[in-house]
């Protein structure tokens, strides 16, 4: 049973999120030739002031960039 863990910063629609997890359980069984129905997709959200890049929080380059964060 494949468990697939992705880690996302938040503000995703309920859309985006089931087509993540559509799209990878569909990839992941056919790359490990494994029914769909044995994949199962995990997908943690963290806030962007809990995800750092380069000594720095998602948050604070969102604002350095107008809202639109790098990375």
């Given at each position: 049973m494949p468990l697939i863990q992705v880690?996302?910063?938040e503000g995703r629609s309920p859309e985006?999120?089931?087509r993540l997890i559509r799209e990878v359980s569909n990839l992941v069984a056919e790359v490990l030739e494994a029914?769909?129905?044995t994949v199962r997709v995990m997908i943690q959200e963290m806030s962007p002031e809990h995800w750092g890049?380069?000594?720095e929080s998602v948050k604070k380059r969102?604002?350095?960039n107008n809202g639109l964060a790098k990375l």
């Open positions: 880690n996302i910063v985006k999120k089931e029914p769909v129905e890049i380069a000594g969102a604002e350095k």
